[in-house]
């Protein structure tokens, strides 16, 4: 058995696809800053966590944290496509 602080070969490329999503997410808005002067990327994550709680799946989780890159941002459909294929950048 694995243990629980241990991640398994199955589990590392969505955590790494999660990661980059964030970290690609959190550059692209480090500017800027909500209505309420908190930090942008706290809608991306607050959408993230809605559909971490509804149990989607890893494409839905992707696209949420990415969805307002292309819309307020320097990053493209076409970054998005190249970093994490089609069906990501469709959704974005």
Same mark, same amino acid.
């Given at each position: 058995?694995? $243990?629980?602080? #241990? %991640?398994?070969?199955n589990q590392t490329q969505? &955590?790494?696809?999660?990661?980059?999503?964030?970290?690609?997410?959190?550059?692209?808005?480090?500017?800027?800053?909500?209505?309420?002067?908190? $930090?942008? %990327? #706290? =809608? $991306?994550?607050?959408?993230? =966590? %809605?559909?971490?709680?509804?149990?989607?799946?890893?494409?839905?989780?992707?696209?949420?944290?990415? =969805?307002? #890159?292309?819309?307020? #941002?320097?990053?493209?459909?076409?970054? &998005?496509?190249?970093?994490?294929?089609?069906? %990501?950048?469709?959704?974005?």
């Amino acid at each position: 058995a694995v $243990p629980n602080n #241990t %991640i398994n070969s199955n589990q590392t490329q969505p &955590i790494s696809m999660l990661r980059q999503a964030f970290n690609i997410a959190r550059e692209a808005h480090k500017n800027q800053c909500r209505k309420s002067g908190e $930090p942008y %990327i #706290t =809608h $991306p994550l607050g959408v993230a =966590h %809605i559909i971490a709680d509804m149990e989607l799946d890893l494409a839905s989780l992707l696209t949420a944290l990415l =969805h307002d #890159t292309v819309e307020d #941002t320097n990053v493209t459909l076409g970054d &998005i496509e190249e970093m994490f294929g089609g069906e %990501i950048s469709q959704c974005v």
